[in-house]
């Protein structure tokens, strides 16, 4: 199995137009998951909040404003790769931060080395899983009975 790709790197917690704070924000990428980013952040204070979306939209947020669900991401400037904004919600509740572009791409740079954008479908070998778990579910009921 190939490894999972890690980074690390600070973000700005955007709490409201006057006041912001910086955090770390764990990256991860998981080959098994091919599809799916994670990002867990740090807020001070809190357990730390894990998010995964999909990598597709973190790479499309890059240059243009992309998310119709719970995940929006957008370039600050539009046509500029320098920063991006990532707003998550639940419900009512929302929170903003703003990371730089640079690690961003790096990290999908970094993700696409090992299983290349557009090809996540044969890189996560969901067949294959998908057939040994029905095999073992099968197994299992049929001893049981």
Not at 35 to 40: D, L, N, P, Q
Not at 57 to 76: C, R, W
Not at 110 to 136: C, K, Y
Request: glycine share 6%; aromatic share 8%; no cysteine.
């Amino acid at each position: 199995m190939r490894d999972t790709i890690q980074a690390e790197l600070m973000m700005s917690f955007l709490v409201s137009e006057e006041l912001s704070f910086r955090i770390p924000v764990e990256l991860e990428y998981e080959p098994a998951d091919p599809f799916a980013v994670r990002f867990t952040f740090h807020l001070p204070g809190d357990a730390p909040v894990t998010w995964a979306f999909a990598r597709d939209l973190l790479l499309d947020g890059l240059s243009a404003p992309t998310g119709d669900g719970d995940v929006h991401i957008a370039p600050a400037t539009p046509g500029v790769l320098s920063d991006v904004f990532i707003r998550l919600q639940v419900g009512e509740d929302r929170a903003t931060f703003r990371a730089g572009a640079a690690p961003l791409v790096a990290f999908l740079d970094r993700t696409d080395r090992i299983v290349p954008m557009g090809q996540e479908q044969s890189a996560g070998d969901f067949d294959d899983r998908l057939a040994e778990t029905l095999d073992r579910i099968l197994s299992q009921a049929r001893n049981a009975g």
